[in-house]
């Protein structure tokens, strides 16, 4: 093997070092796009959910559920969105005070108003989407001195422990 052959392994060893290198960084662009990009989708659902919360009632609350956590999570409130969605309406025919806004974690944004209450997808990819919405969304809220008017409904320990760090 000659002094030229070593140069060559050295140098190829490098590029491979760089290319992976490379892929690492190309990964965590693409989470920091997906991150921003959801960052952006909610902004002016969060704006609009501000509003509502500013314009409840003294007695009113601003019930938030995790969405999936409560059909797929130990404790199965509801079997399937529809479900969770009908005891929603409930709650909201039994407390005419109160608004309701059910995130789901889902590929595509998107968000259905009924009235009182809000149905919303998060769009992106990535676990704890919802829940880190919801999390950002009441930090927002403790920040207007509004928290105090949110119930946030999941069985998820780590989200709780979260929110009531929060609070």
């Known amino acids: 093997m000659s ?3 070593i140069i060559l392994g050295s140098r190829v060893a490098h590029l491979r070092e760089l290319k992976t290198e490379l892929e690492k960084l190309k990964a965590e662009n693409a989470r920091l796009h997906d991150e921003n990009q959801s960052l952006k989708n909610h902004f002016d659902l969060a704006l609009i959910a501000a509003e509502d919360l500013r314009g409840l009632s003294p ?4 019930v938030i559920i995790d969405g ?12 399937n969105p529809e479900e969770l969605i009908a005891q929603a309406r409930q709650h909201l025919g039994d407390r005419p005070q109160d608004l309701v806004w059910i995130v789901f974690d889902g590929p595509k944004e998107n968000v259905r108003n009924e009235g009182r209450l809000r149905i919303s997808y998060t769009g992106g990819t990535g676990p704890h989407r919802a829940d880190r919405f919801i999390v950002d969304f009441f930090r927002m809220a403790k920040y207007l001195g509004h928290s105090d ?13 979260e929110i009531n760090r929060l609070r």
């Open 68 to 79: 999936w956590n409560q059909i797929l999570g130990a404790q199965k409130v509801a079997r």
């Open 3 to 5: 002094a030229q052959d």
């Open 59 to 62: 007695e009113g609350k601003l």
């Open 149 to 161: 008017k949110i119930e946030v409904r999941t069985d998820d320990k780590d989200f709780v422990k």
